[in-house]
């Protein structure tokens, strides 16, 4: 059901709004998640900002199709998806290389 809604924000007041807002709430989300002791609050924060007010699919798609034109529309989203994809390996990947460098 939050498709629906991010799709009439990013209708109503443009794709660039409502992409600003998901990226806003994804950064303020990690950062919560990240500094969160206890598992309610974990589990609370993952529910409101990486559930509630991520709409970056929803909204990215339907921009990225717009942008790449009638005949490169599938193209383009996979390559929005496998370089998301990519980033969700690398990033784990990189954080356990790099745990216990500084100390």
């Given at each position: 059901?939050?498709?629906?809604?991010?799709?009439?924000?990013?209708m109503r007041y443009g794709y660039r709004a409502a992409l600003a807002i998901t990226n806003v709430s994804l950064l303020l989300?990690?950062?919560?998640?990240?500094?969160?002791?206890?598992?309610?609050?974990?589990?609370?924060?993952?529910?409101?900002?990486?559930?509630?007010?991520?709409?970056?699919?929803?909204?990215?798609?339907?921009?990225?199709?717009?942008?790449?034109?009638?005949?490169?529309?599938?193209?383009?989203?996979?390559?929005?998806?496998?370089?998301?994809?990519?980033?969700?390996?690398?990033?784990?990947?990189?954080?356990?290389?790099?745990?216990?460098?500084?100390?």
């Open positions: 059901w939050t498709s629906v809604m991010w799709g009439f924000v990013a989300g990690n950062l919560c998640f990240g500094l969160s002791t206890a598992l309610p609050v974990a589990m609370s924060v993952r529910l409101v900002f990486h559930g509630m007010l991520n709409g970056w699919v929803a909204v990215m798609s339907p921009m990225a199709a717009r942008v790449a034109g009638d005949g490169r529309q599938v193209d383009m989203i996979g390559i929005i998806f496998a370089s998301g994809g990519c980033i969700q390996l690398l990033g784990p990947a990189l954080g356990g290389w790099t745990y216990g460098l500084v100390q």
